[in-house]
């Protein structure tokens, strides 16, 4: 059986949704900014603002590499919003697993991440316009790669679940 793999932009539920799919089917979860985290012993808004988003972004992409090479379980993995903007990345997702893009409407996004002080990308000026414009980037590398996309809004981790069980080896 295959690791599932979520992305998404930052408030798509990503960790939640994993947390939840992986305590119902009694799997492992990872969540690439929690490993990270645990091993630099560094919150991620303290990287970025000591050693820049470059090193950050070098994590991520060391954090897939170490968790390919443990792949005989079967994991659901949720990765930084971010990550899947790197080439070499989005190679080496394939090679982790299926991969499952949480859909979500700019205006549930903005709603998810108001008040939101933990993402560095986020902070300071609109968030309306911070989201949109990362947005506009980002949509449709996350579409590409995807192999299943679940439209999330107004739906419960139950049918979140149910949608993912339809199009992967869940
Ligand atoms: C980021 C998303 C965050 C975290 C970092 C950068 C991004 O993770 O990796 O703040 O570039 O979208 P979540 O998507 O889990 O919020």
Redesign the pocket.
């Known amino acids: 059986m295959k690791n599932i793999i979520l992305i998404g932009f930052?408030g798509s539920g990503?960790?939640t949704v994993g947390k939840f799919i992986a305590n119902k089917n009694n799997m492992k979860q990872i969540d690439t900014?929690w490993y990270i985290e645990r091993k630099h012993n560094r919150k991620?808004s303290e990287i970025f603002e000591t050693d820049g988003e470059e090193t950050f972004r070098q994590m991520e992409t060391d954090c897939i590499k170490e968790l390919l090479k443990n792949s005989d379980k079967k994991y659901i993995v949720s990765v930084?919003?971010?990550l899947p903007m790197r080439e070499e990345n989005r190679e080496l997702l394939h090679k982790l697993g299926t991969i499952v893009y949480l859909k979500a409407e700019i205006s549930t996004l903005e709603k998810r991440l108001s008040g939101d002080k933990k993402?560095?990308?986020l902070q300071g000026g609109e968030l309306h316009d911070k989201i949109a414009s990362l947005m506009e980037k980002r949509e449709s590398v996350y579409e590409e790669l995807a192999d299943i996309i679940v439209q999330t809004d107004n739906k419960s981790f139950e049918d979140i679940e149910t949608e993912i069980k339809k199009g992967t080896e869940l």
């Open positions: 930052m990503k960790s900014d991620i930084g919003g971010g993402r560095p990308l």
